[in-house]
């Protein structure tokens, strides 16, 4: 054990590839949730009911952001990182393979002494070598699975718009919210308005997956940052020196999510060449077959967090007022984990790709130590930050009330959380994606009905209850994938 906690946070090459990846991409992954929760803050000053409003809206935008996206965005990172390795080794080995070609079939003297040449000097193939990796790293790249993500994207994100503009009243009954609710009408302006930033949404997180997959992750941490920058700075103009209440917070998000994709596409263009030759070279039938899958998956699991807040939504605007703080929290801390994830992921695809088993399992090993080591830590820094900042959040004392029975619970499955997470990650860097599908099906269905169960009963104590069991089944099936040694990891029986 002594030996095994030092190596967590051992500054080997694996460590610090993992640390370049997985820092930058938690602070992007807990950038936007951050930046929902000042937003969180600003809106509670207006009212528990606008606060409950948006709650419910920001929830019925983000499972319909996650059913779009979120399987492109994992299956653009393993596509990119397969593609990006094997597309080194190619350009690297090339100018080898075509001198040998030329040596055998071409009569042109001059030639065949500039072959012999590079032979009798071996420093000088190695410094054309060097000069072809760093050739590499400044030329743009042909990925063509970038460009598909980005034609995927935008096209979900303009049908994403246009379904939650035309159903935003249906879907806020359907989640509880009825005619007769305070609530209805913050609602229908927040989600109507904040649904028109959902191309860019969709297209901005393709890009953060393309970026992931080239191990590139500080770029998408620049641009999240500089537009949740924006986002903070417009939220008081527009909420209370314009007086736009609720709706002026919608504004202020959509602006920021278009200054990010204009930040992303900006960079992207100088990196990779986002136009390919054929359609072949697009693999959207790959994309699709994957894609399904994951969405399967991405529906089931957000599903679970959707029903949750809608059985808090039907037990009136405190109750999901303060769920909404808890989960927010509880969300915008377990995306830390998701940084590590992102690196398992990027890393992992990459290894298999090359079938360096070694770095594998040496990856996996790592990223689920630090992943437990995180884990405690968020559990510590949240029960004793929270319990004296949530009146930042509101000073109704019902809600703070409600707050406090839920903190113990955001606190004590943050490990739970982290450790779900990562396994997400080395999962879909093993392209498991038929597994992570199935199994979550599984999981939801299980958590679904605890959900029921456990609501009606308990309330609020037993909505928390249902979700900490999803996240520890969560856990439990990632841990039993990778322990069997079945699918892409029945390499691990002959270790």
């Given amino acids: 054990n002594g030996v095994v906690s030092r190596n967590v946070f051992k500054k080997d090459e694996l460590g610090l590839e993992i640390a370049q990846i997985a820092i930058p991409s938690a602070l992007a992954l807990t950038a936007d949730p951050i930046a929902s929760l000042i937003d969180t803050a600003f809106i509670g000053h207006i009212g528990p009911v606008e606060l409950a409003a948006v709650g419910i809206s920001i929830a019925i935008f983000n499972q319909a952001s996650k059913i779009a996206i979120f399987p492109l965005v994992s299956i653009t990172t393993s596509f990119v990182a397969e593609e990006e390795a094997t597309e080194r080794l190619v350009n690297i080995e090339a100018p080898e393979h075509e001198e040998l070609k030329r040596g055998s079939f071409d009569a042109n003297k001059e030639l065949e002494m500039e072959e012999l040449e590079s032979l009798i000097d071996p420093a000088s193939s190695l410094t054309s070598g060097n000069a072809e990796i760093l050739k590499l790293e400044h030329v743009r790249r042909r990925i063509p699975s970038a460009s598909s993500a980005m034609a995927i994207g935008s096209v979900l994100g303009l049908i994403q718009a246009l379904f939650l503009v035309l159903a935003a009243k249906r879907l806020l009954n359907y989640m509880g919210v009825d005619s007769n609710s305070p609530m209805l009408k913050p609602a229908i302006q927040y989600l109507t308005l904040r649904s028109l930033g959902a191309p860019a949404v969709l297209l901005s997180l393709a890009m953060q ?287």
Avoid at 278 to 283: G, P, T, V
Avoid at 309 to 332: D, E, K, P, V, Y
Avoid at 384 to 390: A, D, R, Y
Avoid at 401 to 408: E, K
């Fill in 209 to 495: 997956g393309v970026f992931r997959g080239l191990k590139d992750t500080k770029t998408p941490l620049y641009a999240t940052m500089v537009g949740d920058i924006s986002n903070i700075i417009l939220d008081p103009i527009f909420i209370f020196i314009l007086h736009l209440g609720v709706s002026g917070a919608a504004i202020a998000h959509v602006i920021s999510q278009y200054l990010i994709s204009l930040i992303l596409l900006w960079r992207l263009m100088k990196q990779v060449d986002l136009l390919s030759p054929s359609m072949k070279d697009l693999q959207f039938g790959r994309f699709l077959k994957n894609g399904l899958l994951l969405l399967v998956r991405v529906i089931a699991a957000t599903l679970c967090v959707t029903l949750a807040a809608s059985l808090a939504a039907r037990r009136g605007s405190t109750t999901m007022a303060a769920f909404q703080i808890c989960l927010q929290i509880w969300l915008a801390t377990s995306l830390l984990a998701d940084g590590l994830a992102v690196a398992g992921q990027a890393i992992l695809a990459s290894a298999f790709a090359k079938k360096d088993y070694s770095k594998v399992t040496a990856t996996v090993s790592r990223i689920l130590q630090l992943g437990l080591v995180l884990g405690l830590f968020l559990s510590i820094i949240i029960t004793f930050v929270l319990e004296l900042s949530s009146r930042l959040f509101t000073k109704d004392a019902d809600v703070l009330h409600l707050m406090r029975v839920g903190i113990p619970f955001v606190a004590l499955t943050q490990p739970i959380n982290a450790l779900a997470f990562v396994f997400d990650g080395v999962n879909y860097g093993a392209s498991d994606f038929a597994y992570s599908a199935y199994s979550m099906v599984l999981v939801a269905i299980i958590s679904i009905w605890s959900l029921f169960k456990l609501s009606s009963s308990y309330g609020f104590v037993g909505i928390w209850f249902a979700l900490s069991l999803y996240m520890s089944l969560r856990t439990f099936v990632g841990f039993c994938r990778v322990w069997t040694g079945t699918g892409p990891w029945n390499f691990l029986r002959d270790l």
